[in-house]
């Protein structure tokens, strides 16, 4: 692994204190915050300049931990057992304890469990964290660390270098409602389970 248990330690550190960490993924670059602490998810939309009616997704280190902050069916545990972790975000019903900052007041919550040595090593230290792209809203998203934007870099308490990443964002799906809300990576096998089962 190409992070240290240091920078590691660094970057939990940072979050717990309700700063901003980049962190790679197996898509893209993503951007984390406390999930849970409604300022530090408003620092997120501040440093991406996104409007707060545009939910943001969060992350665990494993499928089954989201279960705590969100509530699935029998057919949202399989497809979550089936695709998680990877490159798939799956939309759930939220639960109570789940701010509203972070769904722009919806009822419903993105979930994603990243397939990435660095990104799962600091969820096993602090999670949940927003999952989001780790750019200005409207700009490209960051598939290595030396491209990050400068003004938005200044946000950042730390930086995680994982290398280059791969670039398509994850799919978006909504199981519940056999929707796919955004094509990304692995869509096609996404859009394959969920034909299966309707």
């Excluded at 901003?20 to 915050?33: C, D, M, N, R």
């Excluded at 722009?104 to 600091?122: F, I, K, T």
């Excluded at 280059?164 to 799906?173: C, D």
Aim: glycine fraction near 8%; charge should be negative; hydrophobic fraction near 45%.
């Amino acid at each position: 692994m190409r992070v240290s248990d240091d920078e590691l330690a660094a970057a939990a550190d940072a979050i717990r204190e309700g700063g901003l960490v980049v962190y790679p993924t197996e898509t893209v670059y993503g951007l984390a915050a406390d999930a849970l602490d409604p300022e530090a998810v408003a620092s997120v939309f501040d440093a991406k300049g996104r409007s707060r009616d545009e939910p943001l997704s969060f992350a665990f280190p494993d499928w089954e931990d989201a279960l705590a902050y969100v509530r699935v069916g029998e057919t949202e545990r399989a497809f979550m057992a089936e695709f998680l972790p990877g490159p798939v975000t799956v939309v759930c019903a939220k639960r109570e304890r789940v701010p509203d900052v972070l769904t722009g007041g919806r009822d419903r919550v993105g979930v994603r469990v990243p397939d990435h040595e660095v990104a799962l090593a600091l969820l096993e230290r602090v999670a949940p964290v927003t999952a989001t792209s780790a750019n200005r809203s409207g700009q490209p998203s960051v598939t290595d660390p030396a491209d990050l934007d400068p003004a938005f870099r200044e946000r950042v308490g730390v930086v995680l270098d994982g290398g280059e990443t791969p670039g398509t964002e994850s799919t978006v799906v909504d199981v519940a409602r056999a929707e796919i809300l955004r094509r990304g990576a692995n869509a096609d096998a996404v859009a394959a389970w969920l034909q299966q089962r309707a």
